[in-house]
């Protein structure tokens, strides 16, 4: 895979070194704008930071992560995916792990996506032993609007394609990355809404504003 360069703001393979910048772009622009973090009042970065800190790096080890930089800004960061490998026995890791973890918003996050996973079921309906999973997405709040998130999201695919995974999974909490990714021919083939995902009292967990109403998850065969 080489670099590519558009519009002024290059993608390429991010590196474990890229990290360091990566992170705190994380807080000022993932965090604060993605529906379940924003919505919880928390500060979703603190939580369980040094098990993200290695699992982030981890998917970085694999070459599967990418990097969008400034030509005209020395090189600044202005957004990133984290992504990785997954295999079968990982839905059953992800749900003991996420049902071991606090209940702050973090945990609350992880045990709704692996009540996801394990309902969208992708290895036993697609037949595959492996998937390039899309973990985080995220893009500099002065870029939005111009297409990097597409442009991200479809290189990846290219990535993906040349590591040879049969399909690439993203489970999109927000409306605007589903319909982003459906408009690169990825497809819902699960979702669950927030207002039926309830607390034992009865009460919604999640309550993100409009129009962030479910958790898809977006699937495209590579």
Not at 147 to 168: D, H, I, N, Q, Y
Request: charged share 25%.
């Amino acid at each position: 895979f080489k670099m590519t360069s558009k519009d002024g703001v290059s993608i390429r393979i991010m590196t474990p070194k890229d990290y360091d910048s990566v992170k705190p772009f994380m807080g000022k622009e993932f965090f604060t704008a993605e529906p379940l973090c924003q919505s919880s009042g928390e500060n979703v970065q603190l939580q369980d930071e040094k098990e993200n800190d290695e699992y982030h790096l981890s998917m970085i080890a694999q070459g599967t992560c990418l990097l969008a930089t400034d030509d005209n800004n020395a090189g600044r960061v202005v957004g990133f995916v984290l992504a990785g490998a997954q295999y079968p026995e990982d839905v059953e890791k992800h749900r003991k792990e996420a049902e071991e973890m606090p209940q702050h918003a973090w945990g609350r996050i992880c045990r709704l996506l692996s009540k996801v996973e394990l309902e969208a079921n992708l290895f036993g309906r697609f037949g595959v032993s492996k998937v390039l999973y899309s973990h985080i997405t995220s893009v500099d709040s002065s870029m939005r609007g111009r297409g990097l998130g597409s442009r991200l999201a479809a290189t990846l695919m290219e990535v993906g394609r040349s590591k040879g995974f049969p399909l690439m999974v993203a489970y999109c909490t927000s409306f605007y990355s589903a319909r982003q990714k459906e408009a690169l021919g990825m497809q819902c083939i699960h979702s669950v809404a927030y207002a039926d995902y309830k607390d034992a009292q009865g009460k919604a967990i999640f309550t993100p504003a409009a129009p962030h109403t479910h958790c898809r998850v977006m699937v495209i065969k590579l």
